[in-house]
């Protein structure tokens, strides 16, 4: 495969012309590989001066081909590809995926499992913001909040790592409910990070929220107004940043958020230090959810109990010969929905997740496509760097916080 | 509020029904099939009325799907779906056309700019092309690779890849170019195990297939 990806294919022929000496334009090449693109993303800018006159994103080195994969797999085993795209918030991917799947075969997931994912999904919510905000802060050149921010994510990771058994990729959602009951130590863990963590977002405030020369770097540069955001197809915090209150958790309440109490900050300014205080803001609520979540959480099965979806408990394969048939059947071949389509918006760290699942009546799905946040998102560079100056450029970036695995699939 | 959103929801349905537009509702997913000519028109109209984010929009190719009008003659073979968003009323609506191979598309991008990466992306995976499209070019897959991955006739797992320069991917002769008979620092020379525990003898398994000489055996 040639990385080549013709530069020449993008209008506009800065520089040279015929017959003169052109200087207005000058064409640099960023990336693939450059530290502040956060994975493999390649951008063609023609330059005048020091401002930007046209971005180009160049896109796909990553691409893996996930939903061609999770369309010759089990609906089971997705699982294991959905949360390799965003993988700053596999949770956020899985949930999007089993809900998608659970509409499809009507499942019925017990209410602890639902807690159990709702408290998950917003500490990985709030990992995925403390990478953002390490790495993001990093490209402006601050070192030292990267170690404040990856410290307490380690703590979140360790969460997970109890849960699931790794820190990344957890694949700890089933259709119908999760793989297993969190153990013991999970809320004692969860309260201890929740009473430590206010204090660490003081500290926050105090190396790089607050800090003068963060806000000079940040303060109206990148402005994206709500028109704009929505031409070009923003979500998540980064449109909340241009004064659009939409939050699917909100709006359209999936997997039990409905019975939580927290709020949607939104502001007017659109520009990149808005887009790092939504998130900011985000963290807090992040909190008030784990923690009602939590107090909320009583013990009750975590699967649904419905044998068509649902492995039977190890003890019964002993003594019931039916349990054995749809163990096998259900290990071997997977469950069948019934036809149709389902797309289930939620809310990621990113903006929308929705897995559109198209189903033939076969134990593996016919069509899924992803709408993937990171992707679409991209498209916002253009409206808030032209104009703009070349090191802004980065800024930018890093306030719309890309995940390339989640940008090429 | 509500009865505004009812109001408009009304209009829409009488459009719809005016231009011969299909209706279908299954497990709440909303959809409208509609002929490909007045596409834009229809879009503008939603935009109008409220319909202000293109959440996505994507392809579905019928060939394999049991039952489907498309593996008989008549049916079209792609189905290419619009998601629109409704912010104030938080709505979501599908706008879906059918075509056959060979089909063109109006592009939205006029609307949305925000269609760009997704048409491109439609036009990667199906070759649906898009009539007055900016820059349509492929969006994720390597530009000489021949083919449009997400059609159900598209090889998958170990089959040759063809690129349109006339190289091929062959995956015997590639794993074999990485295996090599040189094992590098690893002093691993190819070949799999089948099932055996160390202590036993290993049998190569793949040395027809990669051609090298070598492995584990013996």
Known sequence: ?409 | MRDHATRNRATLESLFEEMGGRKSEIKGLLAYTLPSKRLVEVLYALKSAGYEMLSDIFGVDWLTYPGHPSSQSGGKRFTVAYNLYHLADAHRLFVRVELDEGERLPTATGLWRCANFMEREVFDMFGVEFDGHPDLRKLLTPEDLDGHPHRKDFPIGETPTLFNDGRYLDPASFRASIIGSDSGLTGWKGGARKGVRSDQELELVDQEVTGQPGGLAK
Do not use: W
């Open chain 1, 1 to 409: 495969m040639t990385l080549q990806k013709s530069v020449t294919t993008v209008e506009g022929d800065a520089g040279e012309r015929q017959g003169e000496f052109e200087t207005r334009h000058m064409r640099v090449n960023v990336g693939p590989q450059h530290p502040s693109t956060h994975g493999v993303l390649r951008l063609v800018v023609d330059l005048d001066g020091e401002r930007i006159a046209a971005i180009k994103p160049q896109i796909g080195y990553l691409h893996t081909g996930f939903e061609k994969t999770m369309e010759n797999r089990t609906y089971q085993q997705c699982v294991t590809y959905s949360n390799r795209m965003d993988y700053l918030h596999g949770f956020g991917h899985d949930l999007a995926y089993v809900l998608a799947a659970e509409k499809l075969v009507d499942a019925r997931v017990p209410v602890r499992a639902r807690r159990i994912r709702v408290i998950l999904n917003e500490l990985n919510r709030i990992a995925s913001h403390l990478v953002f905000f390490g790495t993001g802060v990093l490209d402006l050149g601050a070192l030292t909040p990267f170690f404040y921010t990856m410290r307490e994510r380690e703590k979140i990771l360790d969460i997970f790592e109890l849960v699931s058994g790794v820190r990344m990729n957890y694949g700890y959602f089933r259709v119908g409910g999760l793989y297993r009951d969190v153990p013991e130590e999970f809320e004692p863990m969860v309260r201890a990070f929740l009473a430590h963590f206010p204090r660490m977002m003081r500290q926050y405030e105090d190396v790089f929220v607050g800090n003068k020369i963060f806000v000079d770097r940040t303060k109206g540069v990148g402005v994206i107004g709500r028109d704009d955001a929505l031409n070009v197809g923003l979500t998540g915090p980064s449109l909340r940043a241009s004064g659009v209150g939409l939050d699917f958790r909100k709006a359209q309440p999936y997997g039990g958020y409905e019975e939580y109490d927290f709020n949607v900050p939104t502001s007017d300014a659109g520009d990149v230090r808005a887009r790092f205080m939504m998130r900011f803001l985000e963290l807090d609520e992040s909190m008030k959810i784990v923690s009602q979540a939590l107090d909320m959480l009583e013990p009750g099965p975590v699967q649904d109990p419905d044998r068509r979806i649902s492995l039977p408990p190890r003890s019964e394969l002993e003594n019931s010969m039916e349990a054995v048939i749809f163990h096998f059947k259900l290990v071997t071949e997977g469950f069948h929905p019934p036809r149709g389509e389902v797309y289930v918006p939620t809310e990621s760290a990113r903006g929308e997740v929705g897995y559109y699942l198209v189903s033939d009546g076969g134990s593996m799905p016919y069509r899924v496509k992803v709408r993937v946040p990171s992707l679409i998102n991209l498209q916002a560079l253009e409206p808030a760097c032209i104009g703009g100056l070349f090191a802004d450029m980065v800024a930018n970036i890093a306030s719309l916080d890309p995940v390339m695995g989640d940008v090429d699939k």
